[in-house]
C-alpha cells in the first residue's frame, strides 16, 4: 500500500458515511467507494485504474456543482484539503486534513440553492429512551447503549423528535410515549408532515421497530425520487439509505447527557425556549432548568436537541445558526383530545392519507399501513402540491413562507372557536375587498422569503461584528494554525474548523449572508408598506382593522419593525463586499475570511469602525516597514536563511 493510500484510508476509516472529495493540486478526487458514487452522478474515471483503488475527480472551481449532485442522491460530503508545508524537510507526501461536511440538510447555502422552491428543507433527530428508570446515576440504566429487549422496553420507550429547518432558524421539539402509541402513529404523522430531507439518529440508539419505520420512510422516499437505494438484502447497517445518517455509537453520551452540551452551546434566549417547552411538555410548569430534566420524556426531548446541535456542529455551524434559534413545542405529538384541550385537531398518518391532505391515496399506495406511509411521503416531496390533494385547491399563497405555512394549517385544524372565526373575519373581509387581497398578494409576491434571509442576515452581522473587533485588537496579522479533525468527547468526528482560504463555497455562503443583510431591510420595508396600503384599502370599504385581531397584530409587528429596519439601512448605506483585499501582505485577508465576513462600510456609517479602520491601516504600514527592514539586514545572508525569515515574517503563502 503507497503513503497516499494509506493516508486515505486513514481518513477514510473515521468517516465512512462521507463521500471524500479529496484534493491533488488543481482537482478533487473520489476513490474506491466514493468513486462509484461520483460515477453515478456524472464524473468519469481518471488516472491508471489500480485494485481496489480507482478514481474519479473534477476540477476544484466545479467542486460546488458536483458536490451538489453528490448531496442531492442523499448522501453527506467530506472536503479534504491538502496543507500548506511547515518544512522542506521530511516526506513528499503533503498533510491531507478533512476540513469540511456537507449534508442534505445542512447545505442550504453555496452548494444548494435554498429558493428552488418554497419547500422547508428539514432535518430530523431522533432519539429513543427506554421508560424503565427514575434516575440518571449509578447502578442506573446508561441509555442509548445496550439492544433494546422485552425487559427494558416492557413500560415503553419515550421517542424525543427534533424538526431543524436550519435556511431559517426554526426548531420544533416535542415527545411521545410508545406505551400510549405503540405503532409509533405520531413519528409516522410527523415524517408525512415535516418530509425531512435527512434522518439524523445515534447507531444502536433506536428499537428496531422505530429504525425499521425511519429507514423504509427514506428508502421509499429516494425510489420515487429516482435516488439510488442500495440492495436491500445488505445488512441496513452497512447499506446506504437516501437521506438517512447514523452518528457513532460512541455519541451516545449527547442522549445520555445532553444537558451539559446544551448549557454549553445554546445561547441564553434559545436555553429559556427549550425550558418553556419542556414546562409545556410535563404540564407543570415548575420552571425547572434543563440540567434537572434527568428522567422520563423531556430527558428524551433535550437528547434529540442535542442531536441537532452536535449535527451542525459537526457540519462547522453551529456559530453562525445557534445565535438566531427559535425553538418552539412540536405540537400535539402524542397528546389525545383530552390532553390538548383548545390545542390543534391531532391527525394522525392514516387521517392524513386517507382524506388526501398533502396527497392522494392513490400515490400512497391505497391503504394506510406501515409499507405506504413511506410511499406517501415520498408522493408529497415529488411535488409542491400533489393533484387532487386538499393542499392543491387551497394553495393560493403568494409568499413562500405562506406555502409553508398553510401546509402546516392542514395538518393541524384549528378547535377553538374563537380561532376559527377570527380566521373566517379575515376571510370574508378580503371576499368583500378581492381588489386589496390581490394587491396585497402582488406585494408580497414581489419580496424575497423574509424567514430564510433574517438567518443569514443575523450571520453577516456577527461577522461584521467580528471584523470590526479584530480592527479594534490588530488581530488581522495573527496567523490561524490549521489542527487537524479529531474526535470529540461525544466521539463524533469534527473536522478542521476557522479560517480555511481554499473553501470557495464558504465564501459563495458569506456573500449570500452579506446579500441578505443588504436585502432585509428593504425586505421588511416592503411588508410594512403592504400593510400599510392594506390598512388604508380596509378603511376605503368601511372596515376597521380594531375588529380584525389578526391584520391588527400584523399592523402593530409591522410598525414596531420598521424603525430598526430603517436603522439598518442607514449603516448599511453605500457598503460593499470585497472579494479581494488590497494588502502587500494577505494576513488581513485570511483574518477577514476568518471573520466570515468581507464588508467594508462606508466611509461616515460608523464613526467606531472609521477609527479603527484608520488604525488598522496605520498598524499594516508600521509592520510593512518592519517587514521590509529585517529583509534588508539579512541581504547578506545566504537565500535558504532568507527564505526563512520570509517566512516566519509573512507565512508561507505569501513567502512563497
Not at 466545479?62 to 524537510?89: D, I, N
Not at 394522525?348 to 386517507?354: E, N, R
Request: aromatic letters at 6%; proline letters at 4%.
Amino acid at each position: 500500500m503507497t503513503d497516499f493510500n494509506k493516508q486515505f484510508w486513514t481518513i477514510k476509516s473515521r468517516c465512512m458515511d462521507l463521500v471524500l472529495f479529496v484534493r491533488h493540486g488543481s482537482f478533487y478526487n473520489l476513490f474506491d467507494v466514493d468513486a462509484d458514487v461520483g460515477l453515478r452522478v456524472g464524473l468519469n474515471i481518471s488516472g491508471i485504474m489500480t485494485a481496489n483503488m480507482w478514481k474519479v475527480g473534477c476540477h476544484k472551481d466545479y467542486f460546488g456543482v458536483w458536490c451538489a449532485k453528490v448531496l442531492a442522491q442523499g448522501y453527506s460530503v467530506g472536503r479534504v484539503e491538502e496543507m500548506p508545508r511547515t518544512s522542506s524537510k521530511g516526506s513528499k507526501l503533503l498533510v491531507r486534513q478533512l476540513v469540511r461536511i456537507y449534508t442534505p440538510g445542512t447545505a442550504v447555502e453555496g452548494l444548494l440553492s435554498d429558493d428552488l422552491d418554497h419547500r422547508a428543507r428539514t432535518i430530523m433527530c431522533i432519539t429513543e429512551l427506554p421508560l424503565v428508570t427514575n434516575t440518571i446515576g449509578a447502578g442506573s440504566r446508561a441509555y442509548g447503549t445496550r439492544t433494546f429487549d422485552a425487559a427494558s422496553c416492557s413500560a415503553g420507550t419515550a421517542i424525543g423528535l427534533c424538526i431543524l429547518d436550519v435556511s431559517t432558524g426554526c426548531c420544533r421539539a416535542g415527545t411521545f410515549s410508545t406505551a400510549a402509541d405503540p405503532a409509533r402513529s405520531a413519528l409516522a404523522a410527523a415524517l408525512l408532515m415535516y418530509d425531512p430531507v435527512e434522518c439524523i439518529a445515534v447507531r444502536n440508539n433506536l428499537h428496531p421497530a422505530t429504525a425499521t419505520l425511519i429507514t423504509r420512510h427514506c428508502e421509499f422516499k429516494g425510489a420515487v425520487q429516482g435516488l439510488a437505494v442500495e440492495n436491500s438484502g445488505i445488512s441496513a447497517r452497512a447499506r446506504h439509505v437516501p437521506g438517512l445518517s447514523w452518528l457513532p455509537p460512541s455519541a451516545a453520551a449527547v442522549v445520555q447527557e445532553p444537558s451539559q452540551l446544551l448549557q454549553q452551546m445554546l445561547p441564553g434566549q434559545a436555553l429559556k425556549q427549550l425550558q418553556a417547552v419542556l414546562d409545556t411538555i410535563d404540564g407543570t410548569g415548575n420552571g425547572s432548568s434543563i440540567m434537572q430534566r434527568g428522567t422520563g420524556q423531556p430527558v428524551a426531548v433535550l437528547s434529540a436537541v442535542a442531536v441537532a446541535v452536535k449535527q451542525i456542529q459537526r457540519c462547522i455551524l453551529a456559530d453562525d445558526m445557534l445565535p438566531t434559534w427559535d425553538v418552539t413545542v412540536l405540537e400535539g405529538l402524542g397528546k389525545s383530545a383530552a390532553q390538548n384541550p383548545g390545542g390543534p385537531l391531532l391527525l394522525d398518518d392514516k387521517a392524513i392519507i386517507s382524506l388526501d391532505l398533502l396527497t392522494t391515496s392513490s400515490s400512497s399506495g391505497g391503504a394506510a399501513g406501515i409499507s405506504s406511509r413511506p410511499m406517501a411521503a415520498a408522493a408529497t416531496a415529488s411535488s409542491s402540491a400533489p393533484p387532487g390533494s386538499l393542499l392543491e385547491y387551497l394553495d393560493r399563497a403568494a409568499s413562500p413562507a405562506g406555502k409553508r405555512m398553510l401546509q402546516q394549517w392542514i395538518c393541524r385544524p384549528l378547535t377553538q372557536v374563537s380561532a376559527i372565526e377570527e380566521r373566517l373575519d379575515v376571510l370574508d373581509f378580503f371576499l368583500a375587498a378581492q381588489d386589496a387581497a390581490a394587491a396585497l398578494q402582488q406585494r408580497l409576491a414581489a419580496l424575497p422569503d423574509a424567514d430564510r434571509l433574517l438567518p443569514k442576515a443575523a450571520a453577516a452581522l456577527r461577522g461584521l461584528q467580528l471584523q470590526y473587533q479584530q480592527q479594534q485588537t490588530g488581530l488581522a496579522f495573527y496567523h490561524h494554525q490549521q489542527q487537524g479533525p479529531g474526535v470529540d468527547s461525544y466521539g463524533v468526528l469534527c473536522p478542521v474548523s476557522a479560517a480555511d482560504p481554499a473553501d470557495s463555497v464558504a465564501l459563495d455562503t458569506q456573500r449570500a449572508a452579506w446579500k441578505a443583510l443588504l436585502n432585509i431591510p428593504a425586505c421588511i420595508m416592503g411588508l410594512v408598506q403592504a400593510l400599510a396600503l392594506l390598512r388604508g384599502d380596509a378603511k376605503q370599504h368601511m372596515a376597521d382593522t380594531t375588529h380584525l385581531p389578526l391584520l391588527h397584530r400584523a399592523l402593530i409587528a409591522a410598525s414596531k419593525a420598521s424603525r430598526p429596519a430603517k436603522a439598518l439601512l442607514g449603516l448599511l448605506q453605500g457598503a460593499e463586499w470585497i472579494d479581494h483585499l488590497a494588502t502587500s501582505a494577505g494576513a488581513a485577508e485570511a483574518s477577514s475570511r476568518a471573520a466570515g465576513c468581507n464588508i467594508q462600510l462606508a466611509r461616515g456609517a460608523d464613526v467606531a469602525y472609521d477609527e479603527a479602520s484608520q488604525q488598522l491601516q496605520q498598524l499594516q504600514e508600521e509592520y510593512d516597514q518592519e517587514v521590509q527592514a529585517t529583509l534588508t539586514a539579512y541581504r547578506g545572508s545566504s537565500s535558504s536563511s532568507s527564505s526563512t525569515v520570509q517566512q516566519v515574517l509573512l507565512g508561507p503563502k505569501e513567502a512563497g
